[in-house]
T-cell receptor, first 112, second 114 residues
Framework: NAGVTQTPKFRVLKTGQSMTLLCAQD?????MYWYRQDPGMGLRLIHYSVGEGTTAKGEVPDGYNVSRLKKQNFLLGLESAAPSQTSVYFC???????????FGPGTRLLVL | KNQVEQSPQSLIILEGKNCTLQCNYTVSPFSNLRWYKQDTGRGPVSLTI?????NTKSNGRYTATLDADTKQSSLHITASQLSDSASYIC?????????????FGKGTTLSVSS
């Protein structure tokens, strides 16, 4: 039981490049979330999903897109990366909506 | 405005000592409050969860208290260990028209030294 895993662990992008962050969970959780964490700020919700094929915007969705084609996977896409998207990205899942969340180890993204 | 404020921002204590971290919130209507521990380079891990009717919850050497009247919570760590060095995040759930939303505090960074 791996819990929540994220790939890649670290990535460097140039401004304007695109990439996809992958989150996978093996707990059969219905709900999944993408957060970003920046120094001096709390975790901020980017997008979330309440089930396979369903996604919704969080607090800071601009510049990101998501997809949940399979229940166990939640993808976060950056179509045209900007330096302001340099951050640590965390994926989480939960059995009930917004209840205790299980976080992945994070992806550190640097946009030059 | 729904806000969660944590204090202190950072704290350094000697191994074996006790410490208390504070969380004040202005969230309404309140649903529940959680404390998470986040080790450096890792994702947050849930420590405790308290609903409106609970005023204390323990998890080993961690004891969380909640005063829903004053909208304050504290996390007390007893006999600290080096492994307690981490960021501690207070998260409050608020009920709104869309359902439930989570308000995250910025965290308190605890350093335990030998």
């Amino acid at each position: 039981n791996a819990g929540v895993t994220q790939t890649p662990k670290f990535r460097v992008l140039k401004t304007g490049q695109s990439m996809t962050l992958l989150c996978a969970q093996d707990m059969n959780h219905e709900y999944m979330y993408w957060y970003r964490q920046d120094p001096g700020m709390g975790l901020r919700l980017i997008h979330y999903s309440v089930g396979e094929g369903t996604t919704a915007k969080g607090e800071v969705p601009d510049g990101y897109n998501v997809s949940r084609l399979k229940k166990q996977n939640f993808l976060l896409g950056l179509e045209s990366a900007a330096p302001s998207q340099t951050s640590v990205y965390f994926c989480a899942s939960s059995l009930l909506f917004q209840e205790t969340q299980y976080f992945g180890p994070g992806t550190r993204l640097l946009v030059l | 405005k729904n806000q969660v404020e944590q204090s202190p921002q950072s704290l350094i204590i000697l191994e074996g000592k006790n410490c208390t971290l504070q969380c004040n919130y202005t969230v309404s209507p309140f649903s529940n409050l959680r404390w998470y521990k986040q080790d450096t380079g890792r994702g947050p891990v849930s420590l405790t969860i308290m609903t409106f009717s609970e005023n204390t919850k323990s998890n080993g050497r961690y004891t969380a208290t909640l005063d829903a009247d004053t909208k304050q919570s504290s996390l007390h760590i007893t006999a600290s260990q080096l492994s307690d060095s981490a960021s501690y995040i207070c998260v409050v759930s608020v009920l709104n028209q869309a359902g439930t939303a989570l308000i995250f505090g910025k965290g308190t960074t605890l350093s335990v030294s030998s």
